[in-house]
């Protein structure tokens, strides 16, 4: 069975930066693209930046120009570096990985919070 890990969260002021790392393991099938996710109360799910097979990348306008997605599916792995981090940051934030030809895991989570 895949395993999907993020590390990388805590605690950090407004205005820092925190770098999170996901790593894919276990997998039977080649991974078509691994994104980022992040939940925080009272609000819905949503993607935060993603990597694809061939090179791809996206980033949320809300955190375009400030965070950083890279990685390599066919390294099973996507890193998220968060720059100029803001309390509206601050959210649980999932691995979710896609796999060629099917399926899908998600990470268990890791809590990202922005305070003064």
């Known amino acids: 069975q895949a395993r999907v890990v993020e590390s990388g969260g805590g605690l950090v002021q407004p205005g820092g930066s925190l770098r999170l790392s996901c790593i894919c393991s276990g997998s039977i099938f080649s991974i078509y693209a691994m994104r980022w996710y992040r939940q925080a109360p009272g609000r819905q799910r949503e993607l935060v930046a993603a990597?694809?097979?061939?090179?791809?990348?996206v980033t949320a306008d809300s955190v375009k120009g400030r965070f950083i997605v890279s990685g390599d599916t066919a390294k099973d792995r996507v890193y998220l570096q968060m720059n100029s981090l803001k309390p509206e940051d601050t959210a649980k934030y999932f691995c979710n990985v896609a796999f060629s030809p099917m399926g899908e895991e998600w990470g268990q989570g890791i809590q990202v919070t922005v305070s003064s």
């Open positions: 990597i694809t097979r061939g090179g791809g990348s």
